[in-house]
T-cell receptor, first 107, second 121 residues
Framework: AIQMTQSPSSLSASVGDRVTITCRASQAIRNDLDWYQQKPGKAPNLLIYAASSLQSGVPSRFSGSGSGTDFTLTISSLQPEDFATYYCLQDYNHPYTFGQGTRLEIK | QVQLVQSGAEVKKPGASVKISCKASGYIFTSYYMHWVRQAPGQGLEWLGM????????SSAQNFQDRVALTRDTSTSTVYMELSSLRSEDTAVYYCGRRGCSGANCYVDNWGQGTLITVSS
């Protein structure tokens, strides 16, 4: 199975900050990488698919990049509602695998 | 609009089996794969498997291949996840999610509300 290594595992930041979260795949996965946001007690919410495509309805401050093995999720200017946990998911092949998650906390 | 409604919480003893459901509405049921993921308390997301509601073919994570059964009932637009030989580590919230596609890119973009399965003696 493809391993997804996500970093950092936690991150403290302030409203207005720019933050970057990275995911590295154990083998090349083209651009078959999605990013999700999850808030406590809620299902995941799709932010980015195919590494860089913004899901409909998601604010433009979220962006994704990367291809092959290295991927990033960037939030250009943190808003209070962005404090949550973020996961990457490779859907290149079965079994799909998630990164370990990044908990984004208020500084 | 797309809706996925999951069955209610379950409490099971170790060694037992559990079967939960995910009823879909608002779209053509047989046109979209359904995935299952779980989340243990305080832990990350874990992919369990997926089913093609059209033909019923499935794919499961290796960790669960011997214990998980994914099925569907096209007459009621419902998918089911059965997990057997339950152990305490299976205590988690289980989510179903519909895979949508935009052109050649597919992704899970709609989720059920989650079903808590608690395994305890």
């Amino acid at each position: 199975a493809i391993q997804m290594t996500q970093s950092p595992s936690s991150l403290s930041a302030s409203v207005g900050d720019r933050v970057t979260i990275t995911c590295r795949a154990s083998q090349a996965i083209r651009n078959d990488l999605d990013w999700y946001q999850q808030k406590p007690g809620k299902a995941p919410n799709l932010l980015i698919y195919a590494a860089s495509s913004l899901q409909s309805g998601v604010p433009s401050r979220f962006s994704g990049s990367g291809s092959g093995t290295d991927f990033t999720l960037t939030i250009s200017s943190l808003q209070p509602e962005d404090f949550a946990t973020y996961y990457c998911l490779q859907d290149y092949n079965h079994p799909y695998t998630f990164g370990q998650g990044t908990r984004l906390e208020i500084k | 609009q797309v809706q996925l409604v999951q069955s209610g919480a379950e409490v099971k003893k170790p060694g037992a089996s559990v079967k939960i459901s995910c009823k879909a509405s608002g779209y053509i049921f047989t046109s979209y794969y359904m995935h299952w993921v779980r989340q243990a308390p305080g832990q990350g997301l874990e992919w369990l498997g997926m089913i093609n509601p059209s033909g019923g073919s499935t794919s499961s994570a290796q960790n669960f291949q011997d214990r998980v059964a994914l099925t569907r009932d096209t007459s009621t637009s419902t998918v089911y996840m059965e997990l057997s030989s339950l152990r305490s580590e299976d205590t988690a919230v289980y989510y179903c999610g519909r895979r949508g596609c935009s052109g050649a890119n597919c992704y899970v973009d709609n989720w059920g509300q989650g079903t808590l399965i608690t395994v305890s003696s």
